[in-house]
């Protein structure tokens, strides 16, 4: 199906649903083919082809929501679909606090988003590239056992409203990953690589396999630790799940209702100087970007965390509405979330903050987040290192740090000025001083 | 349905295949949220498709498209085998399957009351009676109220080469609520689901006292607890966490798929002593009713009770027609696909370690400084290494064989050997209640898991502070 004609259906089911007795409503639809390859024990295991198509109707009705979503595009069913929104709307309570869905604006086009070239990537060559990177992890360890997949996505939507939204847009994707595991004996070692585009220019597998291998290889050996207060550095993917984290935690919709960590502290301190975090939803061929939200509301650059100091709260249409601010974009499938997560570097590169350390933790991927209610912070070490006078020297296993979430952040003291880069992501290291850590060894 | 799958079974044996499957899924689920008094969002998802996987020439390839159209379901067909003819020369050895003896069958779980039939101002009215036996039990400090009502009614109808037609239609229904607490810059949070393969009599039964009521008092009781202790220390498992326990310390590893890639800490050790011989656990896809149940995998293959370990010993492992055929042992019905859109894959059902002996008396009272830790919220494993994490919804501290403070915030880990060996006591007591979904590549299946009390005699608490 057309964008156009796609939109048209989207169209004629809002007016439907309005005439069914909604307030208002709006339609998202989606058409997309996928293709992925899976490996397994080194080898090709399978082929997925996926041909989808559907579509999300939200009607509102004294603020009440009745959402219906459906496989399938046809006009007809769209517009049965949408009046059964209507009724479920007008059967759901009320909410005063809803105030409207956004009106038309203007979104400008965010380049690099949709590839042609991913349209015509078939199964032979997601193939060829998933055992490209088998290849390199065994180059480094013939012994790796790699499990994987490369997968490609290529889609067209719509979105309508019955305020007068009225946007398509296209997006493709291409991604990889790979996981060798070493075993020799009853050592293991094992790590996760990945990459992932827009577009075929940006999409790069070749050092994936490799690098995932030489980290298995260094996990081999790993040990119980005694416990203690240690300064931990958290690498580049580890780091990024925190600031992911803390961009999460700044969605309005929890603060307002009361079951965020961090509400009320809009304004505030929450980190260290040396954190800062904006949210970019316009980075061309960003892997978040996006020409508008879910509600049709285009983004902008936005501080989020600004030298320690939450700024700014991400926002849809309804928390914008029910707090008196100017809309963010961004909705995001019915809730709220970041685009484009992007920390400020700092001044030293990663291998001086790991320098610096007499004893600590290196923390290569895993999620180390407080939680999204109680701040609280209980985790495990899953692709961890000991440091030891200023050097990596084995990794560690049964390793678990706990800490307050607010004593974590303020505890940051150095953000790397080297950082991992894929597209619309930029992925410092970070230490963090005075954890405690929890090891199994007595 | 049948017939079209029937047809596209047909059409891929004429084409070559040694073997076709061919599944559609149709699933209609209904959803209300009420949240802080108001059930303002009514949410309804219907799906419909097909997906037709075959063997060719030893490589697989599957396929999906939207809908139940013979049109689109020969497209499919077409990029299935294009995608096994199209991966041949990366493969190193060829796919396989277990033969099952064909089956043709109808089945459908039991309810009393149809959802579908119940209108959803009575579900709300429901829903709106519990939340506020929730809030006059809140003390006033809930902040935050989240009640989610859902009903579900899938029919999957799976046809293969062997013969075997399907159709299996479960009905399930769940409620849960999340509530937050606050105290000045504390903030705790309880959650509590029921969910099982019935029908609305699941909401019509629910009592406030083990649901709303007793949300309501472990968000308040968190407020008041003290943060959880770091290092290593004996830890006892309440049946609501035994089963998190059960799951991702071993379960994972169990699923044969692992074992085949080389990515379980299980391959190999078939019928070694794993553990003391206190312990047995058991997948179990024939508990009736249970919210992780089925009559037959998304492979044709009748549910089964399979027992994994079996007086400490590693007996059996959960099996796809792939990975029987791989191991040279038979199929017992492990291979569950989410939706049309994807391949059947190794998963759990019911998982949960049998009643012992011990009480927890018994347990207690040999601990001079411990953890008791109460329901189980998440985890995950690395099911090479067999590393796993536990959360706890909270516990207390075990002081000279007393439980003694309460504690929150709370995750355990452990590697799963080591873990499995150091179970020394098995409680007498057992529950099945944790239904929810398990997520594996890409796919999430609603599973239940439990068991009774146990004590490991070591692990890793990631707390906050000194005990």
């Known amino acids: 199906m057309t964008a156009e004609k796609m939109l048209a259906a989207a169209q004629a089911a809002c007016e439907a649903a309005v005439g069914a007795g909604a307030d208002m409503a709006e339609v998202r639809a989606a ?15 399978a082929t997925e082809s996926r041909s989808t198509r559907g579509a999300s109707i939200r009607a509102f009705s004294r603020g009440g929501l009745g959402s219906v979503s459906l496989d399938g595009l046809d006009v007809d069913t769209l517009v049965a679909a949408a009046k059964q929104a209507a009724e479920m709307a007008r059967s759901a309570a009320s909410d005063r606090d809803f105030k409207t869905l956004p009106g038309p604006s203007p979104c400008p086009e965010v380049a690099g988003l949709y590839d042609p070239r991913i349209e015509n990537v078939g199964v032979d060559a997601l193939a060829g590239i998933i055992m490209e990177s088998v290849q390199a992890a065994k180059n480094v360890a013939p012994d790796a056992l790699c499990t ?33 595991v070493i075993r020799r004996g009853d050592d293991v070692g094992s790590f996760y690589e990945w990459d992932a585009a827009c577009r075929m220019a940006d999409f790069d597998h070749r050092q994936m396999g490799a690098t995932a291998a030489e980290t298995a290889v260094c996990l081999l050996g790993s040990g119980k630790i005694e416990s203690g207060v240690l300064s931990i550095v958290l690498g580049p993917l580890a780091a990024n799940s925190v600031f992911h984290a803390l961009a999460a935690s700044a969605e309005a919709e929890s603060h307002q209702r009361g079951r965020s960590w961090l509400q009320g502290r809009l304004g505030t301190k929450i980190a260290s100087d040396v954190v800062t975090i904006h949210d970019d939803p316009s980075i061309p061929a960003g892997l978040g970007s996006r020409p508008y939200d879910s509600e049709g509301v285009p983004g902008r650059r936005m501080a989020i965390i600004e030298n320690g100091v939450l700024v700014n709260l991400l926002h849809n249409s309804y928390t914008a509405n029910k707090a008196g601010v100017p809309y963010t974009g961004h909705a995001r499938g019915g809730g709220i979330g970041p685009a484009n997560v992007v920390p400020a570097l700092g001044t030293i590169p990663a291998r001086d903050i790991i320098a610096q350390v007499d004893r600590g933790l290196y923390i290569n991927m895993g999620s180390l987040s407080p939680d999204g209610t109680t701040g609280e912070v209980s985790a495990s070490v899953d692709f961890g290192f ?46 963090i001083q005075d954890v405690r850590v929890a090891g199994g060894s007595a | 349905m049948k017939d079209l799958l029937e047809k596209l079974r047909d059409e891929g044996i004429k084409r070559g295949a040694s073997f076709v ?17 108001r059930a303002d969002k009514l949410y309804q998802r219907s799906i419909l498709g097909t997906g037709v996987r075959v063997l060719l020439d030893g490589c697989w390839g599957f396929a999906s498209c939207t809908g139940a159209s013979l049109d689109e379901g020969l497209a499919a067909l077409d990029a299935a085998l294009a995608g096994a003819r199209a991966t041949r020369a990366a493969r190193d050895e060829e796919a396989v399957v277990a033969t099952v003896p064909a089956a043709v069958d109808e089945r459908a779980s039991a309810f009393e009351t149809d959802p579908r039939s119940v209108p959803v101002a009575r579900k709300m009215e429901l829903l709106e009676k519990l939340d506020q036996a929730g809030f006059a039990k809140g003390q006033g400090r809930l902040v935050n109220r989240i009640l989610s009502y859902g009903d579900s009614f899938q029919r999957e109808t799976t046809v293969n080469s062997f ?77 609501s966490i035994t089963g998190l326990l059960t799951h991702e310390a071993l379960g994972h590893n169990a699923e044969a798929d692992h074992v085949v890639a080389g990515t379980s800490i299980l391959a190999g050790k078939m019928g070694e002593a794993l553990a003391s011989e206190l312990l047995t656990i058991v997948d179990d896809a024939t508990v009736p009713g249970s919210w992780g149940s089925y009559f037959y995998d998304s492979e044709g293959t009748p549910g089964q009770r399979r027992i994994i370990i079996e007086n400490g010993r590693l007996a059996g492992l959960m099996h796809s027609l792939e990975t029987a055929a791989r191991t040279g042992a038979a199929p017992n019905g492990s291979g ?15 998982t949960f370690i049998a009643p012992g002996a011990s009480s927890l008396q018994n347990m207690l009272k040999d601990i001079d400084l411990g953890v008791y830790l109460n329901g189980g919220h998440w985890g995950y494993v690395f099911c090479e290494r067999g590393q796993f994490t536990c959360h706890a919804g909270g516990g207390w501290m075990i002081r000279n064989g007393e439980l003694a403070e309460p504690i929150r915030d709370v995750s355990v880990a452990g590697m799963t050997l080591e873990t499995l060996a150091n179970i020394d006591a098995v409680g007498s007591d057992f529950e099945l209640t944790m239904p929810g979904m398990c997520g594996k590549c890409g796919q999430s299946m609603p599973v239940n898991a439990g ?17």
């Not at chain 2, 159709?167 to 607490?181: D, I, K, N």
């Not at chain 2, 569950?336 to 019911?350: G, I, K, L």
């Not at chain 2, 068991?451 to 005990?467: K, L, S």
Request: glycine share 8%.
């Open chain 1, 31 to 45: 058409e997309g083919r996928g293709t992925s390859v899976r490996v397994e024990r080194s080898a090709v295991d």
């Open chain 1, 148 to 180: 994987g997949s490369a997968d490609a996505y290529c889609g067209v939507s719509a979105l309508a409203n019955s305020l007068g939204v009225a946007l398509t847009a296209r997006s493709s994707h291409i991604s990889a990953w790979v996981q060798p």
């Open chain 1, 386 to 431: 000991l440091i030891e006078n200023g050097e990596i020297t084995r990794g560690v296993q049964s390793t678990m740090i706990g800490m307050n979430g607010f004593e974590m952040l303020a505890n940051i003291d150095a953000v790397s000025s080297d950082a991992r880069v894929e597209p619309g992501m930029l992925m410092p290291s970070i230490r």
């Open chain 2, 21 to 37: 499957e061919a599944r559609a899924n149709e699933r209609a689920m209904n959803n209300i949220v009420l949240q802080d008094g």
């Open chain 2, 163 to 239: 013969g075997s037609a399907i159709v299996s239609e479960y009905t399930r229904t769940s409620a849960t609520c999340t509530f937050v607490a606050q105290d000045g810059d504390v903030r705790q949070e309880a959650y509590v689901r029921k969910a099982s393969q019935e029908g609305f009599e699941l909401l019509e039964r629910l009592d406030p006292s083990d649901f709303t009521e007793e949300a309501a008092s472990r968000a308040v009781g968190l407020l008041t607890a003290r943060r959880a202790p770091s290092g290593t220390f004996p830890v006892i498992f309440h049946p």
């Open chain 2, 336 to 350: 569950r696909a989410q939706e049309y859109t994807d391949r059947p894959v190794v998963r759990m059902s019911n």
């Open chain 2, 451 to 467: 068991g009774p009390h146990v004590r490991v005699r070591q692990m890793v608490v990631g707390g906050q502070q000194e005990a």
